[in-house]
T-cell receptor, first 114, second 110 residues
Framework: ETGVTQSPTHLIKTRGQQVTLRCSSQ?????VSWYQQALGQGPQFIFQ???????GRGNFPPRFSGLQFPNYSSELNVNALELDDSALYLC?????????????FGPGTRLLVL | RKEVEQDPGPFNVPEGATVAFNCTYS??????FFWYRQDCRKEPKLLMS???SGNEDGRFTAQLNRASQYISLLIRDSKLSDSATYLC???????????FGTGTRLKVLA
């Protein structure tokens, strides 16, 4: 096991609602990255947090936002949910932000938007 | 051209066979590469990192061809438990942003 945990494991929401997903990083890791994985696709980078600051973002609209806390746990918030937001949301923690740093993934939160 | 491309498969192989997947990438400046394994409805798990010409771990060998901009994953003596999707990851050059391929699905048949 990677030591990265996520909650909840599954979630069902309706269009227009808001959702908050949570991630606890592996002990000692100060960096958390979030990914969206649609069915049959590879994970897509949403954003990364390093020491409580957003450290870069992928091609996702502003209604996807996040936070990182002093203990390096993190939240992903999605407002005004759309049907296409249905996906597996993965967080990954790493020891830093370098390109050689390995990212360790949590089990994911499966979100269904109806 | 996509930044990272993989043949989605599925590759159906008998137990004991040797199978190889390729992954092509577009950015010639990429320095590090990863193979992750993802079981159905589970999270990706690191299989192998590749920083230079290649890496070997038991039955698994990854090779990097910088001239042709691809990495390969070779699995020898396939086991039923190797059935999974294999994701190629190439961090965008100079950044920490992991760019994933769509994955190659492997089914090892008894």
């Amino acid at each position: 096991e990677t030591g990265v945990t996520q909650s909840p494991t599954h979630l069902i929401k309706t269009r227009g609602q808001q959702v908050t997903l949570r991630c606890s990083s592996q002990s000692g890791h100060n960096t958390v990255s979030w990914y969206q994985q649609a069915l049959g696709q590879g994970p897509q980078f949403i954003f990364q947090y390093y020491r409580e600051e957003e450290n870069g973002r992928g091609n996702f609209p502003p209604r996807f936002s996040g936070l990182q806390f002093p203990n390096y746990s993190s939240e992903l918030n999605v407002n005004a949910l759309e049907l296409d937001d249905s996906a597996l949301y993965l967080c990954a923690s790493s020891l830093g932000t370098g390109v050689m740093e390995t990212q360790y993934f949590g089990p994911g939160t499966r979100l269904l938007v109806l | 051209r996509k930044e990272v491309e993989q043949d989605p498969g599925p590759f159906n192989v008998p137990e004991g066979a040797t199978v190889a997947f390729n992954c092509t990438y577009s950015n010639s400046a990429s320095q590090s590469f990863f193979w992750y394994r993802q079981d159905c409805r589970k999270e990706p798990k690191l299989l192998m990192s590749v920083y230079s010409s290649g890496n070997e771990d038991g039955r698994f060998t990854a090779q990097l061809n910088r001239a042709s901009q691809y990495i390969s994953l070779l699995i020898r003596d396939s086991k039923l438990s190797d059935s999974a999707t294999y994701l190629c990851v190439v961090p965008r050059s100079g950044t920490y942003k992991y760019i994933f391929g769509t994955g190659t699905r492997l089914k090892v048949l008894a």
